[in-house]
Every structure is written in structure tokens, then in C-alpha cells.
């Protein structure tokens, strides 16, 4: 029974607690960096004073291809 309270029961509780509890502080208003990284670059390299990019751009890539027609054929295995 001990087993089962702890297993089951005290984490389906505290799960379920979770999303009752309010956060003691409140969420960050504009852009999101959730894992710090414009702090920590800031800190390691200095701020630049620019502005985030409003919206990304992919890079225009393009597949490698390899011609491999001048090299000579495999030989069988014997």
C-alpha cells in the first residue's frame, strides 16, 4: 500500500497540483528566450545594441551532388 501511494498516488497528485499553482513570477511581456541564450551570448561576447531578426530566413541550400562516374568501377569479390 506504501508502495502504491508513492508510486501512483503522490505523483498523480502533485502532477495534477501543478497546474493549479499560479508562478511566483510573472511570465516576461515580447519575444521569448526560454533558454537564456541572448543572455549568455550578451555576457560571453558583449550586446551588439541590434534588434532580433523579426522573422527568420531560411538559408537557400542546395544538395551536394557528387559524380563519381570518372572513378574507376569496383572489381568483384572473388
Given at each position: 500500500m506504501l508502495a502504491?501511494?508513492?508510486?501512483?498516488v503522490?505523483?498523480?497528485a502533485l502532477i495534477a497540483?501543478?497546474?493549479r499553482i499560479r508562478p511566483l513570477v510573472?511570465?516576461?511581456e515580447g519575444p521569448r528566450d526560454v533558454l537564456g541564450v541572448n543572455l549568455a551570448s550578451g555576457g560571453l561576447f558583449g550586446s551588439h545594441g541590434l534588434a532580433?531578426?523579426?522573422r527568420?530566413?531560411?538559408e537557400e541550400t542546395e544538395?551536394?551532388?557528387f559524380d563519381l562516374s570518372a572513378l574507376p568501377a569496383p572489381?568483384?569479390?572473388e
Open positions: 502504491f501511494t508513492l508510486l501512483i503522490l505523483p498523480a497540483l501543478s497546474f510573472p511570465a516576461d532580433a531578426d523579426p527568420s530566413v531560411r544538395p551536394v551532388r572489381r568483384e569479390r
